[in-house]
């Protein structure tokens, strides 16, 4: 359609006509227009397609691959915490939403409602959830009578809606998501404690070790913690080209709040009633969003080793005279080879398209490893591997191919994660006065600053700063606390500061 378009507006654009015919190739840079080349990126390395209804996306097999990679990992480990799956319906009564003022106050302007069935209207409409702590509280104070049913740990992979209306963005935005929401119950808030803290860091655990992706593990202001809940830890990602903050994956601590309104109470040991302590965590497909707007680049995607469906990709390289078959018979060697040492391979044996054309499609999909075969390969018995992430080649012999294949997806998934945490550090930025502050936060920068932990002063600093690209707000208080020597004053109000907190615009 687009090379169509193209003809019909005239002269001048003859090039770009061809460009978007072949499908290679992006028209924007990321560095340029940041949120065109993201749009243009997961469309074009076949992550979503777009669909009819606004913040909708459909996740196509290639990101899918991605998400289910983070969940045999994830969920092999809650499972060896003790959590268990389940799977609660989708729809919410009102009665129930509405139980827990500060959580649906934080919730309902983008809870979406089911009002008819067929032609008739329903006599209460029926809410879709856009989280389950109130879909599933009630069975809670059901199931749990004594101290000898606690600890409940249940987790469900799915879906929630949240009918937003800002600017949805693939992954990042929509208004239906994919996650898993793990919600306990225990007797002790030192259990509810500590598994906080366990859960946030197997979050740590997909974003830097799985994703490649520094995070800051830390605390959410009271003003940006979960509606309801008691307190909130997350990590949080940083996105240097916009300036950015973005939650990574959120563990709360609920406390006894949704015990009180939801009566979750159990007999302890000595025969007294008390109320249970509350955890609700969750990470989504947000995940991927991060991962392709910190790694990506000017060519399409970069995929981190070990969540990529391919992670090497053969490609014959024939001359006109070669032995055409001696190379084809070599990539599928090659791929045996590769398959059978647990190297996610495949080739491309397309007969259709030039192997230039096939490097710019696995480039844009964003394969980590390349491996070209051509006359000269076959003859010496070598292969030519090519480096997604830094352009690298080296020539390898077939003898210790497994070995060196294996070596350099090591590498390549370390490296992406050594660039991205430069690129992080030297967007950090320590201001100690609201000048120094809006001049950080001018240059784009991730800001940590002396605070004095007052809620109003939040609010003031989100009003100071209000502006066309947002205002700023706490990302979160890190648990890794620089020393804050005495008579250090808060950034934004001047008074006594108890805490550094990094600062930012965000998602």
């Known amino acids: 359609m687009a090379g169509r378009e193209q003809k019909k507006s005239g002269g001048g654009g003859k090039k770009k006509e061809v460009k978007k015919e072949t499908g290679l190739g992006l028209s924007f840079t990321k560095d340029e227009n940041f949120g065109e080349w993201y749009s243009e990126v997961v469309v074009n390395g076949e992550m979503i397609e777009y669909y009819d209804i606004s913040g909708c996306y459909i996740l196509r097999p290639w990101a899918i691959s991605i998400w289910e990679n983070m969940q045999t990992f994830f969920d092999a480990e809650i499972k060896k915490m003790k959590v268990k799956n389940c799977y609660f319906p989708l729809f919410v009564s009102p009665g129930v939403l509405q139980k827990e003022k500060d959580h649906v106050e934080g919730f309902a302007p983008e809870v979406a409602w089911v009002t008819k069935s067929g032609e008739s209207d329903l006599e209460v409409p029926i809410a879709i959830r856009p989280t389950s702590e109130t879909v599933m509280y009630p069975y809670y104070s059901k199931w749990i009578r004594g101290h000898r049913d606690l600890p409940l740990k249940l987790n469900q992979w799915c879906n929630v809606v949240r009918w937003e209306f800002s600017h949805p963005t693939p992954f990042i935005r929509s208004r239906e998501f994919l996650w898993q929401e793990g919600h306990t119950a225990f007797s002790t808030k030192e259990e509810a404690d500590t598994e906080v803290l366990q859960i946030l860091e197997l979050y740590r655990r997909i974003y830097e070790e799985f994703l490649a992706i520094p995070v800051i593990k830390g605390r959410k202001s009271e003003l940006e913690k979960f509606a309801g809940g008691l307190y909130t830890t997350s990590v949080e990602a940083f996105i240097p080209n916009t300036g950015r903050g973005i939650q990574g994956a959120t563990s709360h601590c609920l406390g006894q709040n949704f015990a009180k309104m939801f009566e979750i109470n159990f007999e302890n040991e000595k025969g007294e009633k008390a109320m249970v302590w509350q955890n609700s965590w969750a990470y989504s497909t947000r995940t991927i969003g991060v ?3 910190v790694h990506g680049d000017d060519k399409g995607l970069v995929l981190p080793p070990k969540v990529a469906a391919v992670q090497v990709i053969v490609i014959p390289v024939p001359y006109k005279d070669a032995d055409t078959q001696g190379i084809f018979d070599a990539c599928v060697a090659t791929v045996a080879t590769l398959t059978e040492a647990g190297i996610l391979a495949e080739a491309d044996l397309r007969d259709n398209y030039s192997p230039g054309w096939k490097y710019s499609d696995w480039e844009m999909k964003g394969v980590p490893l390349r491996i070209e075969i051509g ?5 010496n018995n070598q ?3 090519v480096r997604r992430d830094n352009g690298a080649k080296t020539d390898i012999s077939r003898v210790f191919l ?9 590498k390549i998934q370390q490296n992406l994660f050594d660039v991205a945490k430069q690129k992080r550090d030297a967007c950090v930025e320590v201001v100690k006065t609201w000048e120094e502050f809006v001049t950080a936060l001018g240059q784009k920068k ?7 932990d ?3 002063v939040e609010k003031d600093v989100k009003a100071r700063t209000k502006g066309e690209m947002g205002a700023a707000k706490s990302l979160c208080t890190p648990f890794e606390q620089p020393e804050l020597p005495e008579g250090t004053k808060c950034f934004a109000s001047g008074k006594p500061a108890k805490k550094w907190t990094y600062w930012g615009r965000s998602y």
């Open 446 to 452: 991730m800001i940590l600053a002396p605070w004095c």
């Open 402 to 410: 497994v070995e060196q294949v294996k070596g350099m997806l090591d």
């Open 454 to 456: 007052e809620e109003d």
């Open 375 to 379: 006359p000269r390969d076959l003859a």
């Open 383 to 385: 292969v030519r591997a």
């Open 291 to 293: 991962m392709v707007m």
